[in-house]
């Protein structure tokens, strides 16, 4: 049996309820954790205009972008504060159920360690979802309009 459940704005008290079932009944119950275009949108909206220049370099150029690309703007200082806002947004798209736990952060920082990140790297599999998702027009004044 399959069963697709999508509960709009839950109480604390039903999801807290929900979540219990759930977890009771865990190695029957397969958890959606894909990115779609929907969550990817949601996603590039919750977070900041530099966290959405990071999301929108990647989707654009195959993946990748470099810190010289990001830092073009920066007068080439720090890349610190690009990626925490990421993080965030995909906890908070948990807390506000937007989408399950364990979905697949969507950029991840590349460089030889120690803080030193030589850029950021995308899912192959997410670039044309995230790209399509930041190129999509949303009708002005619906409270959805990216900030680009």
Do not use: C
Request: proline letters at 8%; charged letters at 30%.
């Amino acid at each position: 049996m399959r069963i697709v459940l999508t509960v709009e704005e839950p109480n604390d008290a039903f999801r807290a309820d929900l979540l219990a079932l759930l977890a009771k009944h865990a190695a029957a119950v397969e958890l959606d954790s894909e990115w779609t275009v929907e969550r990817a949108d949601r996603f590039y909206q919750a977070v900041p205009k530099r966290a959405q220049r990071l999301l929108r370099e990647a989707a654009v150029r195959d993946g990748f972008v470099s810190d010289e690309i990001l830092r073009e703007d920066l007068d080439g200082k720090s890349l610190r504060g690009h990626a925490g806002p990421l993080k965030r947004a995909l906890e908070r798209g948990v807390r506000e159920g937007w989408w399950p736990e364990g979905m697949q952060p969507p950029l991840a920082p590349r460089g030889p360690g120690f803080g030193k990140v030589k850029g950021y790297q995308m899912p192959q599999e997410l670039v044309s979802t995230f790209f399509e998702a930041i190129t999509m027009p949303h009708p002005a004044g619906d409270g959805t309009s990216p900030q680009r």
